[in-house]
C-alpha cells in the first residue's frame, strides 16, 4: 500500500534551509528528496511530528513526540562536512553540558535529540553579560571534560585550521581584496601555530554562539548544534564574547574586551591573550570567507575587528 504524503505544510519554502541549502543544484535535489527522508525516519523511529522550527539554516528541524510520550526533537541535516561530527561529539558528551543523542541514522544525517524546555537562547537571556558569558563558560567546562571519542571520530582543530590557513592565503592573492596584508599573513600564521602550541586537547564545540546554549529543564543550559573538532579549547570561547551584547556595540570596544576576556578566561583556566589570539584568527578567516563569496565590504569590517583583537594580544 502506498504511504500517505507527509503534508505540505511540514516543509514550507519559507524555512531557513531552503534558501541556504537550495542555492546549489546538488541541494535543492537533497530538498526535492527530504520529505521521503523525514517520512522514512518518521516510521523508522515511530514519531508523531509536530510543525517544523525556523532556526536551522542547513537542516530540517522538528519537535516530535515519541511512542512512549516523551518529547524530543528531529534533526535532518544536509549532508555535509561539518555536520558529520555532531552524532560523535553528542554520544561523547552523554547529556553532560549538551543534549543528549536519542537515535542517529548516519546515512541519513538524521539524530533524534533531548528537546531544551523552556528552550530559550542564552542571548535573548534579560541576565547581564557578565552573567551570560559565566553561564556560558559553564557549559563549555562540562564539554571540554568530557573523554574524547575514538581516534578519526572527528576531525582535529589542527588540520582544519591548516586548510584555513592555506585558503586564507590563496584567497588573498587571488582576489585582491586591498586588506591589510600584514594582518592577513598573522591570521595565517596563527592558524596554524595556535593549534600546535596547545598544551591540552578537548571535543571543542565549534560553534559555541549563545544561540546554540538554550534553557532547560535537566541542566539550566544545554547546548545545541556543535560542529565538533578535537583540539584546542582556546578555539571555542570567541562567538560567546562577540555576541553576547556585542563589544564593538560600544564606542571603545578595548575596555570591554579587555574585562569580558579576562573574565572568561578566569572562569576556563585559559590564557586571555591566547584566547584573544584564536578570535583574531579565526576573524582573519572569517575576513577572507566574506571576500571569497563576494562580500568584500563586510570582509574588511571583520578585518578591523581582528586588528582591535590582535593589538589586545599584543601581537
Known amino acids: 500500500m502506498a504511504r500517505a504524503p507527509l503534508s505540505d505544510d511540514l516543509f514550507p519554502a519559507g524555512l531557513p534551509v531552503y534558501a541556504t541549502v537550495g542555492s546549489t543544484a546538488e541541494g535543492r535535489a537533497w530538498l526535492d528528496r527530504l520529505p521521503a527522508t523525514v517520512r522514512d525516519v518518521q516510521e523508522q523511529w515511530d514519531l508523531r511530528l509536530g510543525a517544523p522550527l525556523h532556526g536551522g539554516s542547513c537542516s530540517w528541524v522538528a519537535p516530535v513526540e515519541l511512542p512512549d510520550g516523551g518529547a524530543a526533537v528531529l534533526k535532518v541535516t544536509w549532508p555535509h562536512r561539518e555536520a558529520a561530527g555532531e552524532a560523535p561529539a553528542l554520544r561523547a558528551w552523554d547529556g553532560r553540558g549538551a543534549v543528549r543523542l536519542l537515535n542517529h541514522d548516519q546515512e541519513r544525517y538524521a539524530l533524534l535529540v533531548e528537546r531544551c524546555t523552556p528552550g530559550g537562547e542564552l542571548d535573548g537571556s534579560p541576565l547581564p553579560p557578565a552573567e551570560r558569558l559565566l553561564l556560558g563558560t ?32 590563496e584567497r588573498m592573492a587571488r582576489i585582491r581584496p586591498g586588506y591589510d596584508p ?108 566574506c571576500a571569497e563569496h563576494g562580500d568584500v565590504p563586510d570582509g574588511a569590517e571583520e578585518l578591523e575587528v581582528a586588528a582591535v583583537l590582535a593589538e589586545l594580544a599584543g601581537l
Open 138 to 169: 559553564g557549559v563549555l567546562r562540562e564539554l571540554w571534560d568530557a573523554p574524547a571519542p575514538p581516534e578519526g571520530a572527528l576531525e582535529r582543530v589542527a588540520d582544519v585550521c591548516a586548510e584555513w590557513a592555506a585558503a586564507v592565503e
Open 182 to 289: 600584514g594582518l592577513v599573513r598573522l591570521g595565517a600564521r596563527l592558524l596554524r601555530e595556535l593549534p600546535a602550541s596547545a598544551t591540552r586537547e578537548v571535543v571543542v564545540h565549534g560553534d559555541f554562539n549563545p544561540g546554540n546554549v538554550l534553557a532547560a529543564r535537566r541542566r539550566p543550559w544545554l547546548a545545541i548544534d556543535p560542529k565538533s573538532m578535537v583540539g584546542d579549547p582556546g578555539y571555542d570561547p570567541w562567538p560567546l564574547l562577540e555576541q553576547i551584547d556585542d563589544p564593538f556595540g560600544y564606542d571603545d570596544p578595548r575596555p570591554v574586551l579587555r574585562e569580558r576576556f579576562s573574565l572568561v578566561a578566569d572562569a576556563l583556566d585559559e590564557d586571555p591573550a591566547r584566547l584573544l589570539a584564536w578570535a583574531a584568527a579565526r576573524t582573519v578567516e572569517s575576513a577572507l570567507w
